[in-house]
């Protein structure tokens, strides 16, 4: 079946500190990808998305690239701040149906000034 | 507001209640998920529907766990009999269109806790 693996965390960096949160993926067919991120008390928030091989994605200087030949979604940021602290979620869909969500089990990062 | 709302955002329950939880999706989303959400866990899918239509409920852990839409908006998801391993947060999210690739947007959750 479709499954998610994130890297244990937490991560721990100072600021300004160069980020990579792995994830690996294993699924049938061509899925699509995402980070989420999760902020103390609140839900979910979609941070970036690849929909198909060698797409990258970016936002607030996050960026992945979905990589079909290493099956990996890799997360980095080269200057984090201590407000990017919170859990990150690496999830898939099959891109097909209507796509419920696998998610890997989080990533916390705790950055310190 | 303009995302998804849920509530409560906590609900504290004795073992044996059964509880409703409440999910308001963005105006005018036609998927709905519910998800379950563990401690130190990533979500897990528990049920969707397309406007009013359970179509998939193959997640619900089991026949205590019931989920309703009945006018294609508002959603209650249903515990009876409740359990300790009911203990999680429930999440919610919508997304405008069935079989695309649009984001999920989740709301803030409702935290359960069994006694």
């Known amino acids: 079946g479709n499954s998610v693996t994130q890297m244990e965390g937490p991560v721990t960096l100072s600021e300004e500190a160069f980020l990579t949160i792995n994830c690996t993926y294993t699924?049938?067919?061509?899925?699509?990808l995402f980070w989420y991120v999760q902020y103390p008390g609140e839900g979910l928030q979609l941070l970036l998305k690849?929909?198909?091989?060698?797409d990258k994605g970016s936002n607030k200087g996050f960026e992945a690239t979905y990589r079909k030949e290493t099956t990996s979604f890799h997360l980095e940021k080269g200057s984090v701040q201590v407000s990017d602290s919170a859990v990150y979620f690496c999830?898939?869909?099959?891109?097909?149906?209507?796509?419920?969500?696998?998610f890997g089990t989080g990533t916390r990062l705790l950055v310190s000034p | 507001g303009a995302g998804v709302s849920q509530s409560p955002r906590y609900k504290v329950a004795k073992r044996g209640q059964d509880v409703a939880l409440r999910c308001d999706p963005i105006?005018?989303?036609?998927?709905l998920f519910w998800y379950q959400q563990a401690l130190g866990q990533g979500p897990e899918f528990l049920t969707y529907?397309?406007?009013?239509?359970?179509?998939?409920k193959s997640g619900l852990p089991s026949d205590r766990f019931f989920a309703e839409r009945p006018e294609g908006s508002v959603s209650t998801l249903k515990i009876q009999r409740t359990q300790q391993e009911d203990s999680a947060v429930y999440l919610c999210?919508?997304?405008?269109?069935?079989?695309?690739?649009?984001?999920?947007?989740f709301g803030d959750g409702t935290r359960l806790s069994i006694l």
């Open positions: 529907f397309q406007n009013e239509a359970q179509l998939d």
């Open positions: 699924a049938t067919g061509y899925p699509s």
């Open positions: 105006s005018g989303h036609v998927s």
């Open positions: 999210a919508s997304s405008l269109e069935p079989g695309t690739q649009g984001a999920q947007h």
């Open positions: 690849a929909t198909k091989a060698d």
């Open positions: 999830a898939l869909n099959k891109n097909t149906g209507f796509q419920k969500l696998v």
